[in-house]
């Protein structure tokens, strides 16, 4: 009677299992399960793709739906309840946070890796290095005779390039931003420099770095990337002058986690500034944030 009645029980217990809602993937995500809403900027499309497409590989159960966006929209589209998960160069503002905080997150930002602001010029143009003080010339109108001609162009209003340009050079004030004009998208950009000796193009590097990528090649073909002298010796714009920091015009990129629970947002950022994350970004050209190790094992003859 007993082992009838604990059979009875058993058999009870799976059929309720059985009959048991399956677990939603966009309210019930974990780190690795589910679908999340990311925001990223446009410019890093090519190393965010990358990251997803490995990512999902690897935890099958997982949906990253992107949207790719310019800097100043994104900075919009953050703030609503469904975005948990930002990748962009930009750390929140006063309004970010406060917007945040009224509904009681506490954002987490993590570290990914250093992104430079590519300059670049036509193959005719005479010169190949140029300096901080003659960027801020010519974008600020008033370029010495020699530079006067050049016109500053960005891919897309709303870049992430012309504000790290205006922090850097202006101290954050865009209306010295008088001698710059933006063009629908980096194809445009790069069409138009290739095509005028006068133009300069300022350009994500994440968009060129990877010369094992025919698309990134194909990008270089027709422009030149100049040195950047800051306060010493103009720098070449590599992986490896972003990682020590001596190339001047540089930004950070970062995710910005802003769900409440530790769930498929929290497992991406992981990933991203993980091992194998930021082994991707050092194949791709970027300076990783966190340098993954490399072991080495010596054999004695």
């Not at 897309?156 to 710059?180: I, Q, Y």
């Not at 095509?195 to 300022?202: E, L, Q, W």
């Not at 698309?215 to 422009?223: F, Y």
């Not at 590599?238 to 498929?264: C, F, H, W």
Request: a neutral charge; aromatic letters at 6%.
């Amino acid at each position: 009677m007993m082992i009838r009645r604990a059979s009875f029980f058993i058999l009870s217990a799976l059929l309720a299992a059985c009959h048991a809602p399956a677990p939603d993937p966009q309210k019930d995500d974990t780190q690795t399960f589910g679908e999340v809403l990311m925001l990223a900027d446009e410019d890093f499309r090519d190393i965010v793709e990358d990251q997803r497409r490995t990512f999902e590989a690897i935890y099958e159960r997982t949906q990253l739906r992107i949207r790719y966006l310019p800097e100043r929209e994104l900075t919009t589209a953050m703030l609503s309840d469904s975005v948990r998960l930002v990748f962009a160069g930009f750390l929140p503002g006063a309004e970010q946070v406060r917007w945040f905080k009224s509904r009681g997150m506490s954002p987490h930002v993590e570290a990914i890796a250093t992104d430079g602001i590519a300059v670049l010029v036509n193959p005719a143009a005479p010169f190949d290095t140029i300096s901080l003080a003659q960027l801020r010339a010519i974008l600020g109108g008033n370029a010495a005779e020699s530079l006067a001609a050049y016109k500053a162009i960005f891919n897309g209003s709303g870049s992430g390039a012309a504000r790290t340009l205006v922090d850097s050079l202006f101290h954050g004030d865009a209306g010295m931003l008088k001698n710059a004009s933006a063009v629908a998208n980096t194809e445009e950009l790069l069409a138009r420099v290739a095509s005028d000796p006068t133009a300069i193009g300022f350009f994500s590097y994440s968009l060129l770095c990877d010369l094992d990528d025919p698309t990134h090649r194909a990008r270089r073909s027709g422009v030149e990337l100049l040195a950047v002298a800051g306060s010493g010796p103009a720098v070449a714009l590599t992986q490896s002058n972003l990682a020590d920091g001596s190339y001047p015009l540089r930004r950070s990129i970062r995710m910005l986690v802003v769900e409440t629970k530790s769930g498929l947002g929290t497992g991406f950022a992981s990933f991203a500034a993980g091992h194998k994350g930021q082994r991707i970004l050092l194949k791709r050209g970027l300076a990783p944030a966190h340098i993954p190790t490399r072991e080495v094992e010596l054999i004695a003859p």
